[in-house]
């Protein structure tokens, strides 16, 4: 499934959100590939969850934070090493080195190993490889367990178990809404 008629899809975004930038656009274009062949339902939570996760910049971002704050919460001697060794951290500085980042933020030295990038941590900045790692983790379950299919289409607030918790989940919900009005006005199919 892809758009028919971008310039539909563009234009309802637009009236939802306001204008967009040349880098929101470029960042949606890029789910928009990794999406092909996503239902609608999936397609929408997916950009709605990159909508929110990316403060609505549409570019993979950095965990807010520096070398203090993740050698605490991601080192094996920091404050929580069952979450280090969960996330694969073996090493001191693996903390700041497997920070979160990217579309929905991956994190830790064993998820950036699934994707293949755990020599290139930062890769996961790359518009189309966050975008690859969205749509792998989030029709996979790679993130929480939960994945797409267990919840859509139907249920868009507790879809956010995908990625967090219910954490925000009516927002994210209601985001998925209008991203899905904006991709059947562009024919996704």
């Known amino acids: 499934m892809s758009l028919s008629t971008a310039a539909a899809f563009f234009s309802e975004v637009r009236v ?10 470029e960042g949606l274009n890029a789910l928009l590939i990794a999406m092909e062949g996503w239902p609608v339902s999936w397609a929408a939570y997916g950009l709605a969850t990159a909508w929110h996760e990316t403060a609505a910049t549409m570019q993979p971002i950095k965990e807010f934070g520096g070398p203090a704050y993740f050698k605490k919460m991601y080192d094996p001697k920091g404050s929580n090493p069952k979450l280090a060794a969960r ?24 998820n950036y190993a699934k994707y293949g990038i755990a020599d290139t ?6 518009p189309d490889v966050a975008a690859r790692i969205l749509v792998d983790g989030m029709s996979k379950g790679v993130f929480t367990g939960k994945k797409l299919a267990d919840y859509l289409p139907g249920d868009y607030a507790n879809a956010r178990r995908i990625i ?11 985001l998925a809404i209008g991203f899905e009005d904006a991709l059947t006005a562009g024919g996704w199919a």
Do not use: C, S, W
């Not at 939802?16 to 656009?25: A, D, F, I, K, S």
């Not at 967090?164 to 209601?174: E, L, W």
């Open 16 to 25: 939802e959100h306001g204008p967009l930038n040349t880098r929101q656009v």
């Open 87 to 110: 996330l694969g951290n073996k090493f001191e500085g693996d903390g700041a080195r497997y920070a979160g980042r990217g579309y929905v933020q991956l994190t830790g030295r064993a």
């Open 121 to 126: 941590p930062d890769d996961a900045m790359k």
């Open 164 to 174: 967090n918790g219910t954490d925000r989940a009516a927002h994210i919900a209601n």
